[in-house]
Nanobody, 116 residues
Framework: QVQLVESGGGLVQPGGSLRLSCAAS?????????MSWYRQAPGKEREWIAS???????HYTDSVKGRLTITRDKAKNTVYLQMNSLKPEDTDVYFC?????????WGQGTQVTVSS
């Protein structure tokens, strides 16, 4: 089993920034192939935001390109999401996702609220 723990969420004003972190621990086989961030609003489906592979390749959904940046520290098994120029519509619960040894894992989520 792999455990994912997110942190860094909170309340921020429009135009502000936050950095989310997700630390993986437990029975990690070699290296985590893919780490991603998703978000979900109440009553809506979970939406993929960004991913980063073990080789550092990154991919983003169009709505966040230029504002959100995903990075990872392989030595620490940690993935980050730097969020800039935040908008009220970015208000959601943000979830970390990882794929290891063919298994998928989710964190518990961290709330991000963008409001004045």
């Amino acid at each position: 089993q792999v455990q994912l723990v997110e942190s860094g969420g909170g309340l921020v004003q429009p135009g502000g920034s936050l950095r989310l972190s997700c630390a993986a621990s437990g029975n990690i086989y070699r290296i985590i192939i893919l780490m991603s961030w998703y978000r979900q609003a109440p009553g809506k489906e979970r939406e993929w935001i960004a991913s980063i592979t073990s080789t550092g390749s990154t991919h983003y959904t169009d709505s966040v390109k230029g504002r959100l940046t995903i990075t990872r520290d392989k030595a620490k098994n940690t993935v980050y999401l730097q969020m800039n120029s935040l908008k009220p519509e970015d208000t959601d619960v943000y979830f970390c996702h990882a794929v290891n040894r063919g298994e998928e894992y989710w964190g518990q989520g961290t709330q991000v609220t963008v409001s004045s």
